[in-house]
């Protein structure tokens, strides 16, 4: 594992950039971005929303980073720096993702910070890949932080929504397999997305349930033995992961208490909505930063 390291100064601690360049089980090439502060006692792996890369959570890392704590921000595969592109000839889904990907990131986090207070969180589909990782390894993280984030069950979500949802998840993999990945950013959901992953979203959206094509584990069982605490950041204007949403993915891990704050406009210094924070995420660091 090599890396430059670039020294800058945050609001209370020096801090060290560094883009570390990792390689999954499987081959998969990608860097894992960093923001380390001097005597870090936690960390915190942050997990993207679908189609996201990890470079726009970079102001979020450096908030956190100010306030002490050493942020490890994933790439997925199929964005920014990953070296593969999802097609009709390359193609995954969650297995890949839970059982190749985050054991990398998590091994390099390891590396760097022994012995720290290990967090796994994240943005949307990251906030529900986070609870399926403590699911198959309960010692991955010590806690849990989410926002804007919620299980996609159609169920779940208020009206209108609940009305069309079922409509869009049936037809996503079915387009996703037509043209061998979803184009996500012509149809303004997500990105260039691998259709084994869309079909793994859809089964949760449409079922309730976690699982991934070729896992040979429950992680609806597993789920229900997690036992870290929870803390989650709810955008009052976010019809991609309302509070029911919420609720509904978090009532999978029923041993993991669970602290909710849900910030509005005049809060975050910006709109309450599904992606808008991450431009302006103070409010949202300092939750996590002071329990």
Not at 9 to 22: F, H, K, T
């Amino acid at each position: 594992m090599t890396a430059t390291p670039e020294a800058h100064v945050g609001e209370s601690a020096p801090v060290i950039s560094r883009d570390i360049p990792l390689v999954a089980t499987d081959g998969h090439r990608y860097q894992l971005l960093a923001r380390i502060p001097d005597h870090a006692k936690r960390t915190l792996l942050w997990l993207p929303a679908l189609g996201v890369a990890a470079r726009h959570y970079l102001p979020l890392a450096d908030a956190l980073a100010a306030r002490g704590i050493a942020v490890f921000v994933h790439e997925w595969r199929g964005h920014g720096s990953s070296s593969l592109r999802a097609g009709r000839n390359c193609d995954w889904g969650y297995r890949e993702l839970l059982q190749c990907d985050l054991p990398a990131s998590e091994a390099a986090i390891a590396e760097a910070l022994p012995g720290a207070v290990r967090t796994i969180g994240g943005h949307s589909l990251g906030g529900q890949l986070a609870c399926c990782r403590l699911a198959l390894d309960p010692q991955a993280a010590q806690a849990l932080w989410l926002v804007a984030s919620g299980a996609p069950y159609w169920r779940a979500f208020p009206p209108p929504a609940r009305w069309w949802l079922p409509l869009a998840c049936r037809f996503l993999p079915w387009l996703a397999d037509a043209r061998g990945a979803l184009p996500g950013h012509r149809i303004g959901f997500g990105g260039n997305e691998a259709r084994g992953l869309i079909r793994d979203w859809a089964r949760t959206a449409l079922s309730g349930r976690y699982a991934a094509a070729g896992l040979d584990h429950d992680l609806e069982a597993r789920m229900a033995t997690v036992e870290v605490p929870a803390r989650a950041a709810i955008m009052r204007d976010d019809w991609l992961a309302p509070e029911s949403s919420l609720r509904f993915l978090l009532s999978k891990l029923p041993r993991s208490p669970l602290q909710a704050t849900t910030f509005d406009a005049s809060t975050l210094g910006t709109r309450a909505n599904h992606f808008a924070w991450m431009r302006e995420p103070d409010a949202v660091a300092a939750f996590f930063a002071n329990p």
